[in-house]
Every structure is written in structure tokens, then in C-alpha cells.
């Protein structure tokens, strides 16, 4: 559990690296990530390669001490190389091409950079092949940042034919799974599909459903390419890459397949700006979700079932979200603590020190454009020396998974049948339920083998099929508890509505299906009541479905005097040794809670109390962390007696403590006054 910083050494008189280093060590750090923007400065010309001073700064970090993480450089091809090959740019839907400026702009299917990138990162592989102080590699950087996963040129065009023809084999099947007789769409041959390019109307569901999924393999595909020529150089090596939070168009779970761990990058105050519906409060602004933030930190976990790093943390004040407030006291040592909590094994500040050039001048580091220490730095000094007390830690253990399923989200993204829709905020509706509760969650693809866990929740699986609903049924039937979402089974795997109801293959397990759906604006009165307690009402937002019972039992009930009135909303069938509750409507927290503590009930998971918003606890290897993401105090009660590694029982605004005891099932949190 360890604590580092990016560094850019190009950026800085080599006279400076010394004392930059030396305070790094001094600090704590483990870790120093050198090198994914360094392309122009390590070959200013094609052939003319210059290392000496990435060997220098190499030396300065190891005789301390610590270690890197060098990256491959192939965010940003340098402009010397686009003047020569201006066939690697990216293409935008309307065909204008993203042009060189500023990072990112290559494409993936490019021959042209496929060919540069082997060339470069081979010569930094065998360079560094055999060297003491490089523990691993960083590929690339935050694949698919700036909306550069999905490029629409000729060599994208030419890739998604061929990427068609070996999924379909011949256009006759791809015309059948697609359904293409709709509006004259049918195609005589592969090479007649065309990329989704601006057109009068919605593009087909299918068609982009499609493209999203080619432009994911594209970047899998890519990142392979880094991937083999790093281990071919030396196995030992760990090799990782970066993802971004709440990021849709790439599926992580492909891409981390061939990785050692995964990472990714935490900004927790722009998160809260620029990746929610709702706006953030005062509290978030200065330390953001919880879990938000938490979701992430499951998913890339998850990925791989092993520990992750977060391979930059916010330092302090960012420049990329729409406002930029400083962050509480103690925020990004929080920060810190939150991730390792959920299973990091490193936090990589980013960065060691403002930028006096470019786009990311008012991007803090944790030390002032000066070399004075800025506000992170203490935060990071703390942060090294509490988690190298707490000590080592394994890996952490879920009770509960959560289906998060990137084809789903793709899918609903073509058709959200409502401006409010958003798969990620469902995902959170459920997800952040279930930690308001303090169970550790799995964020898992739908092909997760699930009998390891006790209970299962999949807010919207939207595409299912025959072999996923044979799954859960199984996993039902063996004694699992499951918890589905609205929007679950209504279309096939081609993005195609089902000629049976919604939901589809599911309907038996179910025991129910969907009548009628309808979306709502907040304007609209939405109210569901227990069908076996009439006073007990809860609050949906955004989606509603009927449902028409078979052999499940009703749950809840529309209460409103509309033409849902006392029509059924949610229901629970047993099936084998388990059950599945079926909740066709979005949920508001109270509801999201009454459900989920529900599901833990049956499936005997051990659970807190419910917590305030703003405040988490976690279990790790025997340890239990209690965060707190707000600027109020709160008093941690137990019948424990445990021993406070860091802190006590009162967690101060935006402070953490950390207990050398499993608490989870026997504590509680209360506001002080």
C-alpha cells in the first residue's frame, strides 16, 4: 500500500531533478511515473532518439530508494511525425480531421501508427530492458480521453467491414441480426457499411450499437500491441493502464484482460461536476462522492479480481471541470485512505509540481510552481506514512456483486427514451445503496461467474440472452438471491426488441412480465406503495413498467391516481433454493434502501446500519476504514472494542479513521450536533 507522484522531468531544468527527487524520497513516495507525454523530447526527429536525460532522472530515483513506472508515449505523436504521416489524425463523424494541438489524436486503426508506435516502443523496451529502477509500464494514457475512442476515417471504415464480416461471416446474417429492412437500410455486401456519419435522423440501434462495440476492440486490440512488445522485453515487468472515471466508451473489462492490474485516474471534485445529473453541493465540491468515486474503484478492482492503483489523484484545484474550488482539508489524504479501502495497492499524486507551460497550468501538483509545498503535499506526506503503518493488506473480499454491462449501456445510450436516462446513475442508485449499508461490492461484466456471491444485483441488463438468463437462473436456483432493475431483457443481443415481452429469456425466472412502460419528466407525480402496507410509499423517478404477474408475488404498487393506479411495479418470485425481485421502476434512495437491505436479509450478508450520506465504511483484510466525505463530525458507534490505527470513533470533517477490527455488522454512525 503504497504512495507515489507523476513527475515530468522535460518539464524542469535538469539543475532542479535532484531536489525534486530527494523531496519525493523525503516525502514517502514509493512510486514515480515518468513519461506518457514525452514523444517530441525523446525523438525531437525520426530516428534521432535522446535519453540521456530520462536515464538521469531514472538514476536520481533508484540511488533513493524508490522506483518507476515508465509510459509509453503514444498519447501524444509528436508534430514532426504528423507532418509526415498526417494519415494517423482521427476523424470526427462530419469527416473534419482532429488535427495536431494538443493530445490524443491518433487512430487506432491506423496501419500507418500502428507501425510508428511498434517502432518507438520497442526502442524504449530494449533500452530499458535490463534496468534496476523501472518496476513496470504505463500503456498509453487514458485511452480514449477528449471522445477518441470512436474515430469515423477510411482506415476506421475499412477495419469496421472487416471486424463485421468476421462477426456475421455474410451480409445476409448481419442484415437478418440488425433488421435493416427498416427505412431501405439493407446492405448487398460489407464493403457498402459505412461508419455512423451524420445522417437527417437517428442512426439504426443496431448499426451503432455495433460500432461501439468495434471501436472498444480497437483500442483491446491496440493496447495489445504495447502490451507484447513490453513483456517480450523483459516478463518481470508489471504493465497497467490508466482508465478514466465513469467513462463509457470503452469496455475496461476487455482491455484490462491482458494487463497485470489495472489503474485508473480519481478526480473526485471535477467527477461531481461534470458526471452527475444533479448539481453538487457544497460538500461534494470540496471532496466529491463517495460513491461515485467508490463505483470506479470496484469496477477497474473487479476487472481483473485483484488489487488496483489509482495512478493520479487529484493533488488539489483542477483545471478541466467547469469550476475548480479548493478541496477540504485533508481531502486528498482522504482520498487516499478511500481507495485503499476498496482494494488500491498504490495512489500516484498527479502531480509533483504545477506546470509553468501548456494546457494544465492551473492544474495543481503537490508542490507550487515554486517548489514551496502546496496543500496536497502534507496531505500525501500523511497519507505515505499512515498507510505504511496500517501495513500490508490483501486483497478485498465482496459478499454482493453488481452487473455493470458496457453493451447495455452502449444500447441505452442509442435509445435512453428519456433525457434523464443515464445507465451510470442507475448503476449508482443501486450501487451507492448498497455501500450506504457498508457492504463491499464487486462491480462485475455479465459473463462473471456469480455462484461466489451470496447476493447479486443488475440494475438494467438490457440485452440479455439465452446463455444469460440460463446463468441466473441457475444461480437462482442453486440458493443466490438476485436483484433486478427496470429496462432488463427487452432486447436481444443485436439491439433488436424481443418478439416475446420484456423480459424476454428472464420472463420464467421473473415470473412476471412487463405490460406497458412509460419515461416521466420530475414534473410528473411518482409514488409506489407496499402492496402488503398501503402507508408505506416510496418515491421512483424517470422509468415505470406494469407488470403482469404469473407466479411471482407483488411487492409494490403504483400509488397515484393516474392510469398506473395500483398496477404492479415490483415483484418477487422463488425459484430453487433462492429468489429474484424484480423492481421495474428507478428507485429514490428510500426505496433503493428498503430493496437492498432486503436482498442482504435473505442472503445473510452481514450489513451497518444505514449511513449518512456523505459517509462510508469498508472492510479490508480485518480492517475497517470509516471515511468521511462531508465537513460535519461523526461519532462511530460499536460494541466492539477496537483499536484505532489511525484516528478514533470521532471522524472530524472530511478525516478518516481506520480500525484494526471487522466493524461493519455491529456499528453505527451519528451526526455530532
Known amino acids: 500500500m503504497s504512495v507515489g507522484a507523476c513527475y515530468f522531468p522535460e518539464h524542469w531544468p535538469s539543475e532542479q531533478w535532484e531536489r525534486d527527487i530527494e523531496q519525493m524520497a523525503e516525502a514517502g513516495l514509493e512510486y514515480v511515473r515518468m513519461g506518457e507525454f514525452s514523444w517530441g523530447v525523446l525523438e525531437p526527429e525520426r530516428g534521432t532518439f535522446v535519453f540521456d536525460w530520462l536515464d538521469e ?54 496501419d500507418a501508427y500502428r507501425e510508428e508506435t511498434k517502432r518507438v516502443v520497442t526502442r524504449l523496451a530494449d533500452r530499458y530492458a535490463d534496468h534496476p529502477y523501472v518496476a513496470g509500464w504505463q500503456t498509453d494514457n487514458e485511452f480514449g480521453c477528449h471522445r477518441t475512442v470512436r474515430c ?28 435493416t429492412t427498416f427505412w431501405s437500410q439493407t446492405y448487398n455486401s460489407f464493403d457498402a457499411v459505412d461508419p455512423p456519419r451524420p445522417t437527417p435522423a437517428e442512426h439504426h440501434p443496431s448499426r451503432l450499437l455495433d460500432y461501439a462495440r468495434f471501436s472498444s476492440d480497437s483500442v483491446v486490440d491496440y493496447n495489445r500491441l504495447h502490451v507484447d512488445l513490453l513483456a517480450d522485453a523483459n516478463d518481470d515487468w508489471f504493465l497497467t493502464h490508466n482508465f478514466m472515471g465513469r ?50 474503484h470496484d469496477l477497474y478492482r473487479s476487472a481483473l479480481d485483484r488489487p488496483f492503483w489509482v495512478m493520479e489523484q487529484q493533488p488539489g484545484d483542477v483545471n478541466w471541470p467547469p469550476h475548480c474550488p479548493q478541496p477540504g482539508d485533508g481531502a486528498m489524504r482522504l482520498w487516499a485512505h478511500h481507495a485503499t479501502a476498496h482494494g488500491a495497492d498504490a495512489v500516484l499524486y498527479f502531480r509533483w509540481r504545477r506546470c509553468l507551460e501548456g494546457q494544465e497550468q492551473y492544474h495543481a501538483g503537490l508542490l507550487k510552481q515554486d517548489g514551496e509545498p502546496d496543500r496536497g503535499y502534507h496531505n500525501a506526506v500523511t497519507a505515505a506514512s499512515e498507510l505504511s503503518a496500517v501495513g500490508d493488506a490483501a486483497h478485498v473480499d465482496a459478499a454482493v456483486a453488481v452487473v455493470f454491462d458496457y453493451d447495455s449501456l452502449w444500447a441505452l445510450e442509442a435509445q435512453p427514451h428519456a433525457p434523464e436516462f443515464d445507465y451510470w446513475e442507475l ?176 442472503a445473510n450478508v452481514s450489513h451497518s446500519d444505514r449511513l449518512p450520506d456523505g459517509v462510508r465504511v469498508a472492510e479490508r483484510d480485518g480492517r475497517t476504514w470509516v471515511t468521511n466525505f462531508t465537513s460535519d463530525t461523526y461519532r462511530v458507534h460499536t460494541d466492539a472494542d477496537p483499536t484505532w490505527i489511525i484516528g478514533d470513533a470521532v471522524v472530524g470533517g472530511f478525516d478518516v479513521a481506520v480500525a484494526d477490527a471487522p466493524l461493519v455488522e455491529r456499528l453505527s454512525v451519528q451526526k455530532l450536533e
Open 427 to 602: 448503476q449508482e442508485t443501486f450501487y451507492g445503496a448498497l455501500r450506504a449499508r457498508g457492504v463491499q461490492v464487486d462491480v462485475v461484466p455479465p459473463e462473471t461467474t456469480l455462484e461466489d456471491y451470496e447476493a447479486v444485483v443488475a440494475p438494467a441488463l438490457h440485452l440479455v440472452t439465452d446463455e444469460l438468463a440460463n446463468r441466473l437462473t441457475a444461480y437462482v436456483e442453486a440458493g443466490g438471491e438476485l436483484l433486478l432493475g427496470p429496462r432488463t431483457g427487452v432486447k436481444d443481443n443485436a439491439n433488436k426488441l424481443r418478439p416475446e415481452l420484456q423480459p424476454g429469456p428472464l420472463a420464467p425466472l421473473v415470473g412476471a412480465t412487463v405490460d406497458q412502460h412509460e419515461s416521466l419528466p420530475p414534473t410528473v407525480d411518482t409514488r409506489v406503495r407496499r402492496s402488503a402496507d398501503a402507508d408505506q410509499q416510496y418515491g421512483f423517478r424517470t422509468w415505470a413498467e406494469w407488470l403482469d404477474l404469473s407466479t411471482a408475488t407483488p411487492l409494490l404498487a403504483y400509488d397515484t391516481d393516474g392510469i398506473e393506479a395500483d398496477r404492479i411495479a415490483a415483484t418477487r418470485n422463488a425459484v430453487g433454493d433462492g429468489s429474484l425481485v424484480y423492481c421495474g421502476v428507478w428507485p429514490e434512495p428510500a426505496l433503493a434502501d428498503d430493496l437492498v437491505t432486503s436482498l442482504l436479509g435473505r
Open 152 to 179: 469515423y476515417c477510411d482506415d476506421c471504415a475499412a477495419s469496421f467491414r472487416d471486424w463485421l464480416q468476421e462477426r456475421y461471416g455474410d451480409v445476409e446474417s448481419l442484415n437478418d441480426a440488425w433488421g
Open 57 to 110: 532522472a531514472l538514476e536520481l530515483i533508484g540511488e533513493r530508494g524508490m522506483e518507476a513506472v515508465l509510459c509509453t508515449p503514444t498519447a501524444t505523436p509528436p508534430k514532426w511525425l504528423v507532418d509526415e504521416r498526417p494519415e494517423i489524425l482521427q476523424t470526427e463523424p462530419d469527416g473534419t480531421v482532429r488535427q495536431h494541438g494538443s493530445r490524443r489524436h491518433y487512430c487506432y486503426n491506423s
Open 247 to 296: 467513462f463509457p466508451t470503452l469496455n475496461a473489462y476487455d482491455v484490462s484482460a491482458d494487463l497485470d492490474f489495472v489503474s485508473w485516474d480519481s478526480y473526485p471534485t471535477g467527477f461531481v461536476q461534470d458526471r452527475k445529473q444533479t448539481e453538487a453541493t457544497t460538500d461534494q465540491l470540496r471532496a466529491g462522492d463517495p460513491d461515485q468515486v467508490g463505483m470506479d
